[in-house]
Nanobody, 123 residues
Framework: QVQLVESGGGLVQAGDSLRLSCAAS????????MAWFRQAPGKEREFVAA????????FYADSGKGRFTISRDNAKNTMYLQMNSLKPEDTAVYYC????????????????WGQGTRVTVSS
Protein backbone atom coordinates (compact mmCIF):
# COMPACT_ATOMS: atom_id res chain seq x y z
CA GLN A 1 0.00 0.00 0.00
CA VAL A 2 1.13 3.54 -0.77
CA GLN A 3 -0.37 6.92 0.07
CA LEU A 4 -0.40 9.55 -2.70
CA VAL A 5 -0.80 13.33 -2.59
CA GLU A 6 -1.03 15.51 -5.72
CA SER A 7 -0.07 19.17 -5.92
CA GLY A 8 0.77 21.85 -8.46
CA GLY A 9 -2.61 22.56 -10.01
CA GLY A 10 -3.97 26.04 -10.52
CA LEU A 11 -5.58 28.56 -12.84
CA VAL A 12 -3.62 29.35 -16.00
CA GLN A 13 -4.20 30.75 -19.47
CA ALA A 14 -4.19 28.78 -22.69
CA GLY A 15 -0.63 28.20 -23.84
CA ASP A 16 0.82 28.27 -20.32
CA SER A 17 2.59 25.42 -18.53
CA LEU A 18 2.16 23.60 -15.22
CA ARG A 19 4.07 20.87 -13.44
CA LEU A 20 2.02 18.54 -11.28
CA SER A 21 3.64 16.50 -8.52
CA CYS A 22 2.58 13.29 -6.80
CA ALA A 23 4.29 12.61 -3.49
CA ALA A 24 4.18 9.08 -2.08
CA SER A 25 4.62 8.10 1.55
CA UNK A 26 4.98 4.36 1.07
CA UNK A 27 8.36 2.73 1.55
CA UNK A 28 7.98 0.75 -1.69
CA UNK A 29 7.24 3.59 -4.13
CA UNK A 30 9.76 2.19 -6.58
CA UNK A 31 7.84 -1.08 -6.77
CA UNK A 32 4.74 0.53 -8.34
CA UNK A 33 3.87 1.44 -11.87
CA MET A 34 2.36 4.94 -11.89
CA ALA A 35 -0.13 6.88 -13.96
CA TRP A 36 -1.97 10.18 -14.26
CA PHE A 37 -5.71 10.36 -14.86
CA ARG A 38 -8.01 13.36 -15.15
CA GLN A 39 -11.71 13.95 -14.69
CA ALA A 40 -13.69 16.92 -15.98
CA PRO A 41 -17.06 17.87 -14.47
CA GLY A 42 -19.78 15.51 -15.61
CA LYS A 43 -17.34 13.18 -17.36
CA GLU A 44 -15.67 9.88 -16.55
CA ARG A 45 -12.12 9.66 -15.31
CA GLU A 46 -9.78 9.27 -18.29
CA PHE A 47 -6.21 8.09 -18.73
CA VAL A 48 -3.51 10.70 -19.37
CA ALA A 49 -0.08 9.06 -19.05
CA ALA A 50 1.72 6.06 -17.52
CA UNK A 51 5.27 5.35 -16.41
CA UNK A 52 7.02 2.06 -15.67
CA UNK A 53 8.31 1.48 -12.14
CA UNK A 54 11.86 1.95 -13.40
CA UNK A 55 11.04 5.20 -15.20
CA UNK A 56 12.50 3.78 -18.40
CA UNK A 57 9.24 3.51 -20.35
CA UNK A 58 6.30 5.89 -20.72
CA PHE A 59 3.02 5.99 -22.59
CA TYR A 60 0.66 8.87 -23.37
CA ALA A 61 -2.94 9.26 -24.38
CA ASP A 62 -3.43 11.13 -27.64
CA SER A 63 -4.86 14.08 -25.72
CA GLY A 64 -1.50 15.00 -24.20
CA LYS A 65 0.96 13.45 -26.64
CA GLY A 66 3.64 15.96 -27.61
CA ARG A 67 2.61 18.39 -24.86
CA PHE A 68 2.81 16.37 -21.63
CA THR A 69 5.80 14.62 -20.08
CA ILE A 70 5.55 12.08 -17.27
CA SER A 71 8.59 11.37 -15.09
CA ARG A 72 9.49 10.01 -11.67
CA ASP A 73 12.25 10.25 -9.10
CA ASN A 74 12.14 7.09 -7.01
CA ALA A 75 14.78 8.42 -4.63
CA LYS A 76 12.39 11.27 -3.75
CA ASN A 77 9.23 9.12 -3.88
CA THR A 78 7.73 11.59 -6.35
CA MET A 79 6.13 11.46 -9.80
CA TYR A 80 5.63 14.45 -12.08
CA LEU A 81 3.50 15.55 -15.01
CA GLN A 82 4.90 18.46 -16.99
CA MET A 83 2.11 20.02 -19.03
CA ASN A 84 2.99 22.51 -21.76
CA SER A 85 0.83 24.38 -24.27
CA LEU A 86 -2.22 23.91 -22.11
CA LYS A 87 -5.66 24.10 -23.70
CA PRO A 88 -9.08 24.80 -22.18
CA GLU A 89 -9.91 21.16 -22.91
CA ASP A 90 -7.26 20.17 -20.34
CA THR A 91 -9.38 21.63 -17.53
CA ALA A 92 -10.01 18.84 -15.02
CA VAL A 93 -9.07 17.40 -11.67
CA TYR A 94 -5.85 15.44 -12.14
CA TYR A 95 -5.27 12.27 -10.12
CA CYS A 96 -2.17 10.26 -9.36
CA UNK A 97 -2.50 6.46 -9.36
CA UNK A 98 -0.29 3.49 -8.50
CA UNK A 99 -0.67 -0.16 -9.43
CA UNK A 100 1.04 -3.42 -10.21
CA UNK A 101 0.50 -3.56 -13.99
CA UNK A 102 2.16 -1.22 -16.47
CA UNK A 103 0.04 0.44 -19.15
CA UNK A 104 -3.25 -0.11 -17.39
CA UNK A 105 -5.38 2.64 -18.93
CA UNK A 106 -8.58 1.83 -17.05
CA UNK A 107 -9.06 3.56 -13.71
CA UNK A 108 -10.22 0.32 -12.11
CA UNK A 109 -6.81 -1.18 -12.76
CA UNK A 110 -5.20 0.97 -10.05
CA UNK A 111 -5.70 0.40 -6.34
CA UNK A 112 -3.98 3.51 -4.96
CA TRP A 113 -5.18 7.07 -5.64
CA GLY A 114 -4.46 10.58 -4.50
CA GLN A 115 -7.08 13.21 -3.70
CA GLY A 116 -6.58 15.09 -6.96
CA THR A 117 -5.36 18.57 -7.89
CA ARG A 118 -7.48 20.95 -9.95
CA VAL A 119 -6.25 22.43 -13.23
CA THR A 120 -8.24 25.21 -14.89
CA VAL A 121 -7.19 26.59 -18.27
CA SER A 122 -8.87 29.77 -19.46
CA SER A 123 -9.12 30.76 -23.12
Amino acid sequence: QVQLVESGGGLVQAGDSLRLSCAASGRTFGSYHMAWFRQAPGKEREFVAAIHWSGSRTFYADSGKGRFTISRDNAKNTMYLQMNSLKPEDTAVYYCAAGNVYLTVIAGGYENWGQGTRVTVSS
